[in-house]
């Protein structure tokens, strides 16, 4: 057997024609060999072989010609060539051979004309290699290039491509247009040839692609024309080759005129529109500010009035014509808030007060016309809400009195809740929730939304049954968004409503007060109808760890607590509410007191308005305390701590040591600087009366001419003066003052009544500020501050005729439902014990002592607020808060103003007693 190898060894004897097609035999490309005529193949090694189909052995029997296997398309152009082979001696084409149907082969072929050695043709050498591939390739590059090109034809946007240079090597149909040119001028340009104004812009763009190969996109503005600005909107993207080079940059861009100017109209019609509606806000401050203007003449003059008319059915009229301007006030107030919001002119506070005091005494007022319709008002503060928060005091107090006075008016059955309760609290900060629901007449799906755009009411047609002015909502849903929540209602009609919002606070390091130590254990009987009230008694306890027992009437309260004396645990205290079902609560603690076990056991009543019957009561069944509802957690405890004998009657202090400035009744010689003449006839009707003379100078410039020419004790400034205002004017008289070495108290007179206006006033040199509408009494009270000079109607020798109107009896007769005699016995019970409370104050200040000084000035302002004595109460408000926040300093300012306003209410509580004999 011979080896392969063997054989392909080639024997010596072997002919040149055998061994050139031996040799071929070992070639990787096709090769074949045809006859002349290019009909017939001669030869062909194996790769041929494969491809065409033929076998060497096979050549003799051929009947057709080789070229059937040749793609037919491609067969004619092939037959022409080989039959001029012999003038083009060689020549190469790109061959489908198509062996059969489904077997098509693309190759490049080249045909050479080979001669014999005499020079003769001898036959046509063909050698073919198979470009599939690369022809494939180049088909799919052109269909994606025709892709390519379709896709950016018909967009309708500009599409362009540059070279590293910037030179343009592509534009599209669209960008040619657009340029006026063909591709083949456009093809080579640069930016500086074709835009030299923008040339700078585009090339520092176009690099900044090619250095970062980020995305590009910009809206750009062309000059086109004269006023015209034409947009086009640009993107931008680097070009790389097959090894990620960049090699150059494209682009698109599209024209955004039309969006820009639409837009650019929007932004002008928004800007008019805002400038419409501070326009609108700005009028509605100015107005307002204006309108209080003459009000201080109204009320002013009516009060000016009432201190000298004496007709019965005069005053009342008058007393109309006040209580009007009052309103007209309230209301002109409202609006100046709103716009003020409006404009966003309106800044919260930040200060730290006491949120379950401030907000149960502002509660507590409003109860009384809750408690006039038969309504529970019931106060809910979740155990974990802090006592000391940081926050505008006014504007909460004044969203929740807009709340609940809405939820009280619109309830006629049934009950009124507040519910404050925490929803966070971490580090300092807490979102407080709090929740007004009532169980009234309900608001209209379709209304709820209404309801918070100002000037809107359900009911608005002429008979509707409720007043209001629709705006306290309005404001009130603004105020709270300020404070970082949202009001929102829900409501079923005839069902009640429920206003919720969130807030926002900081709170105070101790913001807990530590509750009264010796309550924790002791243990407590609550005997309550209202289930609500109950857990609100019971969260108020839980915090001073004091445990709680049960009821609701008067049986199960004496069984439970006869229960409770024959397991030895007796209850400590009963807090027992005096509407309790069929029986009052005085019937528990009738039957409590005829058990021996039970007859000492300390009784604290919580009721609506104490009555004459109740304060009988009080004194025959020995009840240890009476509290108003909605009670306040302070006052409970204290109350209760009291009755336990846990704590001293703070208001029991003897002694005084404050020592009094005996005041001076001499007339002043006063310089009245006011422009308006209804303001210088009520200041001028309002001093003379006192006895003082008065000069008047119409500007701030005749008040600086006018000062040297008199002694002058007092000086009263207005603020805003034609010629020369009053901060000016002071400045100058202050200067004349220096050189002569005296000092006179100027008051400022002003319209304005924010603190910032009040500093402005000290800081140009005037001593005391007050803002209009100007009351007699606030006037009389700082010339006494400043010159210890006493109004008559401030001071004791004040005719017993005079009507002063310092005690809000409405008020003060609503707290007894309307019960003289009672009321009268509450008020020589006050008048005792007003001196101590007053002297504990007096020497709280004295002593630095903040925590009495708060206690006093708490209880005091307690006392006063349910006897209608509004001002002194404000004032002992105020004393109280600036114990809590240290500042005795300001407290002891504000003393004689307290003083004077306290003797001003007592005297009139006196008279109103005198009046009974
Ligand atoms: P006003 O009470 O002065 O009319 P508000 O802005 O406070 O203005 O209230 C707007 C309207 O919303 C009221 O007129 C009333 O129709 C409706 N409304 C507000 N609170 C309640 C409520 N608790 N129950 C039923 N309706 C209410």
């Not at 835009?195 to 585009?202: D, G, I, N, Q, R």
């Not at 979740?382 to 609940?404: K, S």
């Not at 005690?807 to 005699?821: L, S």
């Not at 007003?834 to 002592?849: G, H, V």
């Amino acid at each position: 057997m011979k080896s392969d190898h063997e054989k392909t060894i080639v024997p010596a004897s072997v002919s040149d024609a055998d061994m050139a097609a031996g040799l071929l035999m070992l070639v990787s490309e096709m090769t074949w060999a045809l006859s002349l005529d290019g009909q017939r193949i001669l030869f062909l090694n194996p790769v041929a072989e494969t491809v065409l189909g033929i076998q060497n052995t096979e050549l003799e029997l051929q009947s057709d010609s080789w070229l059937a296997s040749i793609h037919p398309d491609d067969r004619l152009a092939l037959q022409q060539n080989l039959l001029e082979i012999a003038e083009l001696r060689q020549f190469s084409r790109e061959l489908r051979i198509t062996r059969t149907t489904d077997l098509e082969v693309w190759v490049k072929a080249t045909f050479q004309l080979i001669l014999d050695a005499e020079g003769r043709p001898s036959f046509v050498g063909v050698t073919a290699k198979d470009v599939a591939k690369r022809i494939d390739a180049e088909r799919q590059l052109e269909e994606s290039q025709a892709i390519y090109h379709s896709l950016v034809e018909s967009m309708p946007i500009n599409v362009f491509r540059k070279d590293r240079d910037g030179r343009i090597v592509f534009a599209n149909q669209r960008y040619c247009n657009e340029l006026n040119m063909s591709l083949s001028q456009l093809v080579g340009k640069t930016d500086y040839d074709l835009f030299p104004e923008m040339a700078h812009k585009y090339v520092k763009d176009d690099a900044w692609v090619l250095q970062t190969g980020l995305a590009f996109h910009d809206i750009e503005s062309h000059p086109a024309g004269h006023e015209d600005l034409s947009y086009v909107e640009v993107l931008k993207a680097p070009v790389c080759d097959a090894s990620g080079r960049r090699i150059g940059i494209q682009g698109m861009f599209w024209d955004v005129t039309a969006r820009k100017k639409a837009e650019q109209a929007l932004r002008q019609a928004k800007e008019l529109a805002e400038s419409a509606s501070r326009a609108k806000t700005d009028f509605l401050a100015n107005v307002s500010h204006e309108i209080r203007t003459p009000m201080n003449g109204i009320i002013g003059i009516t009060e000016l009035l009432l201190t000298s008319i004496r007709e019965k059915e005069h005053r009342e009229y008058l007393e109309l014509i006040q209580s009007s301007g009052e309103s007209l006030l309230t209301l002109i107030n409202d609006i100046l808030d709103f716009s003020k919001i409006e404009a966003g002119k309106l800044q919260l506070e930040s200060k730290r007060f006491s949120l379950r005091d401030s907000l149960g005494d502002t509660l507590r007022s409003i109860a009384v016309r809750a408690h006039a319709k038969q309504l529970e008002l019931i106060v809910n503060f979740a155990a974990d809400v802090p006592d000391e928060i940081v926050g505008d005091l006014a504007r909460l107090r004044q969203v929740i009195v807009n709340l609940v006075s809405n939820a009280i008016k619109f309830t006629d059955r049934g009950e009124v809740e507040v519910d404050v309760s925490t929803l966070k609290l971490r580090d300092g900060h807490a979102r407080l929730m709090f929740t007004v629901t009532d169980t009234g007449i309900g608001i209209p799906a379709d209304k709820l939304k209404l309801i918070f755009v100002e000037f809107e009411q359900v009911d608005s047609s002429t008979t509707r049954q409720y007043g209001g002015t629709g705006l306290g909502l309005a404001i009130a849903s603004k105020l709270v968004t300020l404070m970082g929540g949202e009001l929102k209602v829900d409501s079923v009609v005839g069902g009640g409503s429920r206003f919720t919002f969130e807030m926002d606070v900081h709170f105070a390091e101790t913001f807990f007060e530590q509750p009264l130590e010796g309550l924790r254990g002791q243990s407590v009987l609550m005997v309550v109808r209202n289930a609500k009230q109950r857990v609100v008694l019971n969260n108020i306890f839980s915090r001073a760890f004091v445990r709680t027992h049960q009821a609701i009437a008067t049986a199960d309260a004496m069984e439970t607590l006869e229960r409770l004396v024959k397991q030895q645990t007796p209850a400590a205290a009963v807090v027992c509410d005096a509407e309790l079902d069929q029986d009052s609560g005085t019937e528990l603690i009738r039957s409590m007191r005829q058990v021996p076990s039970l007859a000492y056991t300390p009784v604290i009543m919580l009721t609506r308005a104490v009555s004459h019957q109740t304060v009988n009561n009080r004194e025959q069944l020995g009840i240890d305390d009476m509290l108003i509802k909605p009670v306040k957690e302070k006052d409970l405890l204290t109350s209760l701590a009291l009755a336990l004998g846990l704590l001293n009657d703070i208001t029991t202090a003897q002694g005084s040591a404050y020592g009094r400035i005996e005041p001076s009744l001499e007339p002043l010689v006063v310089l009245l600087a006011e422009d308006n003449r209804v303001n210088q006839k009520l200041v001028v009707g309002l001093l003379e009366k006192q006895g003082h003379r008065i000069t008047v100078a119409h500007n701030g410039r005749q008040a600086v001419e006018m000062y040297p020419q008199n002694a002058f004790d007092l000086v009263l400034m207005d603020v805003q003066m034609p010629e020369m205002d009053g901060y000016q004017a002071t400045h100058e008289i202050r200067q004349l003052q220096t050189r002569l070495g005296v000092r006179v108290p100027i008051i400022a007179l002003t319209a304005h009544a924010s603190a910032d206006d009040r500093k402005r006033c000290l800081a140009a040199g005037m001593d005391e500020y007050l803002s209009k509408p100007i009351r007699a009494q606030d006037l009389f009270v700082l010339i006494e501050k400043l010159t210890g000079h006493r109004s008559a109607l401030s001071g004791p020798g004040a005719s017993a005729d005079t009507h002063q109107n310092c005690v809000d009896w409405e008020h003060a007769f609503d707290t007894v439902g309307g019960d003289r005699p009672l009321l009268q016995e509450l008020i020589a019970v006050f008048l005792k014990d007003q001196s101590k409370m007053e002297t504990s104050i007096e020497r709280a200040i004295q002593r630095n002592d903040e925590k009495e000084l708060r206690l006093s000035a708490h209880s005091l302002k307690g006392a006063l607020t349910h006897l209608g004595g509004r001002e002194p109460a404000r004032i002992a408000g105020e004393l109280e808060l600036l114990a809590k926040n240290e500042d005795l300093a300001a407290a002891k300012e504000l003393l004689p103003k307290l003083k004077s306003s306290l003797e001003n209410v007592s005297r009139e509580m006196k008279q109103f007693l005198a009046k009974r004999a």
